[in-house]
C-alpha cells in the first residue's frame, strides 16, 4: 500500500476530529502548491487565494462572494497559523469527544466558527476605528472554531485537568480565562480581526454548553440542514434492474409437464414409504403445488 492509499485508507476510518484536521492540512498544502505554481509561470502576480476564501469584513464584498464565510475556518497561509491550530484543535479535540459525540464536534466547530465571523464583520462595520481599514480587511484559519471547541469543553468540565510543559497540571477553567484575556487585550494589535473573531467563537462555544447543560441543543437546527446538505452529495446507491423475457406457450407447458413429473414422483414416494420419507425439498415442492 502507498503512502497516498494509506492517508486515504486513514481519512476513511478516522473519526471527525481526524477529518477535520486533514481536511485543513489538505487545504493548506492545495494552496501552497496553487501559489508556487503561479508564482512559477508568473501568470498573475496580483492572484490571491486569500481573496477568494477569507471572509471579508467590508458587507459589499461579502455579498458577492458569501461562501467565505465557510471556507475562511478552513484556510490558512501561514505554516505557523496551520501549526498552532491543528495542535489545538487535536488536543482539546480529544477532550472535547471524551465528554461529547463527534456530530457535535463537527456542529460547533463550523457554528462556532460562523460565530467568529459574524463578531468579526459587524465589529469592523460599527466601530469607526476599523473605517479606513475595512474595504481591504479579511479574516483566515480556523481559531475562531477551534477556541468555541476549547471553551465549551472547558466550561461543561472546568476541573478537567490537562498537563502543560513548564506549567505542570491545569485546569481547563484557567486555561479558558487566560485564552479570552489575551484575545481582550490582543484587539487593539495588528491582528484586531483574529482576536475579535475568537471571541465570537468562545461566547458561541459558551452559549452551546449553558444550553446544552439545560438539555436543549442550539445547534439543532443547524444540523437538520447540514444533514439535508450532506445528503444531497451522497452517492446514490445503484439501482440493478433485470428484464426478465416472458415464457412462449411451449416453454410453459414444458415447465407445467416437469412439474407434474415432479409431483407424481413424490406421490409415489408416499405411497411406498409414507409422508415422513420425504426430503425438506421434495415437502416443499408438494406444499407449492398443493395451493
Known sequence: MGIADEIKQSFKSGNTLIKLLYINIAVFLAVKIVGVIFFLLSANQTFSIANWFAVPADFSNLIHKPWTIFTYMFLHLDFFHILFNMLWLYWFGMIFLSYFDEKKLLSLYLTGGLAGAALYILAFNIFPVFSNVLPDSLALGASASVIAIVI????????????????????????????????????????????????????????????????????????????????????????????????????????????????????????????????????????????
Not at 192 to 203: F, K, M, Q, V
Not at 233 to 254: A, W
Not at 264 to 285: F, H, P, Q, V
Open 152 to 291: 465549551a469543553v472547558s466550561v461543561y468540565a472546568p476541573d478537567h485537568t490537562i498537563h502543560l510543559l513548564f506549567f505542570g497540571p491545569v485546569k481547563l477553567k484557567y486555561i479558558a480565562i487566560v485564552t479570552i484575556a489575551i484575545d481582550i487585550i490582543s484587539i487593539a494589535s495588528s491582528n484586531a480581526g483574529g482576536h475579535i473573531a475568537h471571541l465570537g467563537g468562545a461566547l458561541y462555544g459558551y452559549l452551546f454548553v449553558q444550553q446544552y447543560k439545560k438539555g436543549k441543543n442550539i445547534n439543532k437546527g443547524f444540523d437538520r440542514f447540514m444533514d439535508k446538505l450532506f445528503t444531497l452529495f451522497k452517492p446514490k446507491p445503484k439501482i440493478k434492474v433485470t428484464y426478465k423475457r416472458p415464457m412462449t406457450d411451449i416453454e410453459y407447458n414444458k415447465k407445467k409437464v416437469k412439474k407434474q413429473k415432479d409431483v407424481d414422483r413424490i406421490l409415489d414416494k408416499i405411497a411406498k414409504s409414507g409422508y415422513d420419507s420425504l426430503t425438506k425439498k421434495e415437502k416443499e415442492i408438494l406444499f407449492k403445488n398443493s395451493n
